[in-house]
């Protein structure tokens, strides 16, 4: 039984070391931009292992909604979210290179939610209620994308399950030496953390900032950024406290894009000019 025990603890240790690489990792994940983000993140798990995982749910995602005829028809819609994705694909560079060869996909969702995001890897879905609900401008729907996309320039899915890894890591080592299978979870994690858990108040500041500059980049304007959180925040109704959420208040949030954008408008205006 000991011997057995050995074997097994020899094996998820083996397989820990695959899944984890050398351990914890400190990266830099963009490049800072006109905006500035040169925060390093640590992380647990590749790069790759995140985008497979993330590319698997997002297949699974959208042939579900084929079969429940939930993809969008409105070819109008459609056509507008393809070329406000494709202006803000093309300036991703800017933050990092290796998201040109990233394989973009992007799909409307038929639904009443007022939701959008952008899995790793470039998995884009974005919800026709909240382009319906909030009326959104093109400026302001370039806002809501390329705040998604920029979560996924900056790994965010990829950082927020390093951190459930490295609190959970102990456990999943005993349980699987103890005989139970846990170490194939990581898919499960990757959908919950991208659809369902909210970011850090970090995470969402950096999008906010990175998502203004791709928009102004891209020849949207960076101010709608405001108006779009106004609108959001008129649709959701009260809310909590900022030191008791995750996100930042609208107020504090609306001050930072305020800034975010004077930084950026002559990008804005360089582009509109040509």
């Known amino acids: 039984m000991a011997l057995k025990l050995i074997s097994r603890y020899r094996l998820v240790l083996a ?8 351990g914890c990792q400190t990266v830099q994940t963009t490049q800072p931009g006109v905006v500035g983000i040169t925060r390093t993140q640590n992380m ?16 699974k995602l959208v042939k579900e909604a084929g079969a429940k005829s939930q993809l969008n028809r409105d070819a109008i819609m459609n056509a507008r979210v393809q070329e406000i994705t494709r202006r803000l694909i093309a300036q991703t560079r800017i933050f990092r290179e ?8 992007v799909n409307v969702l038929q639904s009443d939610q007022v939701n959008a995001f952008c899995m790793a890897g470039g998995k884009i879905g974005i919800y026709s209620g909240i382009i319906n609900k909030l009326q959104l401008t093109d400026s302001e729907l370039a806002a809501v994308m390329g705040h998604e996309i920029s979560h996924a320039l900056r790994e965010h899915v990829r950082e927020q399950v390093s951190l459930q890894y490295a609190t959970q890591l102990p456990g ?3 349980s699987a030496v103890t005989g139970i299978q846990a ?6 994690m990757v959908s919950n953390v991208t659809l369902g858990l909210p970011r850090s108040r ?18 949207y304007d960076p101010r709608a950024a405001i108006s779009l959180w106004q609108k959001m925040n008129r649709q959701g109704g009260g809310r909590q406290p900022e030191f ?3 996100h930042p208040s609208p107020e504090s949030r609306e001050q930072d894009l305020a800034i975010t954008s004077e930084k950026v408008m002559s990008l804005y205006k360089a582009t509109s000019s040509r």
Do not use: C, K, N, P
């Open 98 to 105: 290796d998201a040109s060869r990233w394989h973009w996909e």
């Open 44 to 59: 647990m798990v590749s790069d790759q292992q995140i985008s497979t995982a993330s590319a698997q749910a997002y297949s």
């Open 183 to 188: 170490l194939g979870q990581l898919g499960d």
């Open 172 to 174: 999943i080592l005993l």
């Open 15 to 22: 397989l820990s070391i695959s899944l984890f690489g050398v």
């Open 202 to 219: 970090q995470a969402e500041t950096e999008a906010d900032e990175m998502g203004v500059e791709l928009a102004a980049r891209a020849g």
């Open 244 to 246: 008791l959420s995750t």
